[in-house]
């Protein structure tokens, strides 16, 4: 005779493919004692019945005959008055299986949160030095998030700040709790080879080259939105930041770190609501702001930035007369160029699709020097460059930058003039 435990024991059978044929044509028999006995099935098979505990309950079934039925209690007044005490003992059964649940579900949550304490501690680095070939962020009291390993979630609380990371995203959601005592400072950094974006707290989007870096407050409550960057980020300025629920219209600045072995002069990007890249990496022979959409003032400026790399908001000029201080707008299409000894250049028409192209994943080349698409390929690859002659080629080609470094090698071999050897994590440039 068929027991509530035996159908439960069949149907968890049935749900992980260890029936027997013996037990399969059981199952297949009570399935079609009625069309009660099929639905019930259907139901129990489904998802939400993972147990013995949660199947065994949700069975209502009465033995006459030998043979297993559903209690349905039907029309009949005798019969009705029988199911309902099979329904009070029932309803203790399913009081018990829903206690058993909850302890279950329970210690299963503990377990993940347990778990996912442990790897976003995996992914926090506080007392080694931090790892350079990883995409690292910075908070305020010196811990290391190392963003390719966290789980995505939440990361860190910050002042005015909640922390969220989601793929190769990271967003700072507006908090109105105070959770820490002073405005803080947090830093985003890229290595060669990978690329990053970051939601800034006033909704503002920055997208992060290779070998790139942006320091900025955990909250912008000043009358200027400042941030600092090294490399190369492109932004999208959101010109009508919201904070607690107030819209506020608010200057946007991005002080540029001056140019390695120049004059000390950087550059200060002024906005309030537009598209634009700035290209400054420390072996570029200049700073470009390359305008895509709205209006921004670009002027060079002497930065003077605090030793715990917060972004001083007035930055300082120098006395010298080769490098007086310069200030243009630009409009869309425009580019910007401050040389290393502080002459601020425009470039009134800008080839738009280049400057934009590693933002589309693109390798674009226009009448290139070797050396400047050699760099471009050593932070993409994360590969060192070594000119073993003097190379004065210059090269035009577009290749996605999905291509594997020796077919880019291969293509600009192709053009003449220039040869390649790989060794390690070199490449060798030659005639």
């Known amino acids: 005779m068929a027991t509530h435990k035996h159908i439960a024991e069949l149907i968890i059978k049935h749900r992980r493919n260890t029936l027997s044929v013996q037990e399969n044509e059981e199952l297949n028999a009570w399935c079609n004692l009625c069309g009660e006995n099929q639905l019930l099935f259907e139901r129990l098979s489904g998802p939400g019945y993972d147990n013995m505990v949660e199947l065994y309950n949700s069975l209502s079934i009465t033995e006459t005959g030998g043979k297993v039925r559903p209690l349905f209690p039907d029309q009949r007044r005798k019969r009705f008055i029988k199911a309902l005490g099979y329904a009070g003992i029932v309803m203790c059964l399913l009081f018990t299986a829903v206690a058993l649940n909850s302890i279950f579900n329970k210690q299963k949550d503990r377990y993940k949160k347990n778990e996912l304490v442990q790897q976003r501690g995996s992914a926090i680095n506080d007392n080694k030095a931090p790892d350079l070939h990883r995409v690292q962020l910075k908070l305020a009291n010196g811990d290391v998030v190392y963003l390719d390993s966290a789980v995505d979630g939440h990361i860190a609380l910050q002042y005015r700040s909640a922390i969220f990371k989601r793929g190769d995203m990271v967003r700072y959601e507006w908090s109105t709790g105070n959770a820490q005592p002073e405005l803080e400072y947090n ?18 989007k920055a ?33 009508e930041p919201v904070a607690l629920g107030k819209v506020e219209k608010k200057p946007f600045i991005v002080y540029v770190n001056s140019i390695p072995g120049s004059l000390g002069i950087g550059a200060k990007v002024e906005v309030m609501g537009t598209h634009f890249n700035i290209n400054a990496y420390g072996d570029e022979p200049v700073i470009k702001t390359t305008l895509l959409q709205g209006k921004v003032k670009i002027s060079n400026q002497f930065l003077q930035v605090a030793g715990t790399g917060r972004v001083v908001n007035e930055p300082v000029e120098k006395g010298n007369e080769s490098a007086a201080l310069q200030t243009t707008v630009l409009i869309p299409g425009q580019q910007a160029q401050i040389s290393g000894n502080g002459r601020l250049e425009v470039i009134k028409y800008a080839d738009i699709h280049e400057v934009m192209a590693w933002h589309k994943d693109l390798f674009m080349f226009n009448d290139q020097h070797i050396k400047r698409i050699m760099q471009q390929i050593a932070r993409h690859y ?3 460059v070594e000119f073993a002659d003097r190379v004065d080629g210059h090269y035009t080609l577009t290749l996605t930058r999905q291509s594997t470094l020796d077919q880019v090698l291969r293509v600009i071999e192709l053009s003449g003039g220039v040869q390649f050897t790989v060794e390690g994590r070199k490449i060798i440039v030659s005639q």
């Open 187 to 204: 830093t985003l950094i890229t290595p060669r080879a990978r690329k990053f974006v970051l939601e800034l707290p006033d909704g503002s």
């Open 207 to 239: 997208w992060l080259n290779a070998f790139s870096s942006i320091t900025y407050p955990t909250a912008f409550i000043g009358k200027e939105r400042i941030v600092q960057i090294t490399g190369e980020v492109y932004f999208e300025v959101n010109h």
């Open 382 to 384: 994360d590969y060192d």
